[in-house]
């Protein structure tokens, strides 16, 4: 993705579409989204959407995870990764999320994509961060976090989302700051 730079999209319209698709899926209530079962229902919901589980043997590029075909609808991800993330591992719940993030923004959005050639690129407009956005918003819910007495710490976000713990500080810095760039 990273030839490319997208229309631009605000962290606060992530914020939306992430409240949107729990809303949609019917994890409003709840902090830990399961990702293996969220992929089964977007194969129910989204005609075009499909993922595979690709063993590990079998993976052509050791440096990547997971991966998204936008134009046939697939993600693809690496057996252990799969696994990993059905037995709650933070690290690789987020990569399926993340992935999950490209195919909504591109395939049920429509978010535009431009060839880069070579053009700097601002994070909004970057497809990359729009992904990882999108994916921090959905696994670590702003709702829920404001609508807390008191902001949870870093730990116990780690614990009721299920996401690292570099991925509850990062998405800490947007929610007790207010800061929503
Ligand atoms: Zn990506």
Not at 104 to 127: F, M, Q, T
Not at 133 to 141: D, K, M, Q, R, Y
Request: hydrophobic content about 35%; aromatic content about 10%; some cysteine.
């Amino acid at each position: 993705m990273s030839d490319y730079y997208a229309q631009a999209v605000s962290r606060e319209d992530l914020r939306q579409l992430a409240y949107v698709i729990r809303r949609e899926f019917g994890y409003l209530d709840v902090w830990m989204i399961p990702v293996d079962r969220l992929l089964d229902q977007m194969c129910e919901a989204f005609e075009d959407f499909s993922y595979e589980i690709v063993p590990d043997d079998e993976w052509e590029d050791k440096s990547t995870h997971a991966d998204t075909d936008i134009l046939g609808g697939t993600i693809r991800i690496r057996e252990s990764i799969y696994n990993r993330a059905c037995d709650g591992q933070g690290r690789d719940r987020m990569t399926i999320a993340h992935e999950m993030a490209h195919y909504i923004l591109s395939c049920v959005i429509g978010v535009k994509l431009y060839s880069r050639r070579g053009k700097h690129v601002e994070c909004y407009n970057d497809p990359e961060w729009q992904a990882k956005c999108l994916a921090g918003e959905l696994l670590i819910p702003y709702y829920k976090l404001k609508s807390c007495s008191k902001i949870p710490s870093p730990l116990r976000i780690e614990l009721l989302c299920g996401v690292s713990s570099d991925a509850a500080e990062y998405q800490l810095k947007y929610v007790a700051g207010g800061d929503v760039s």
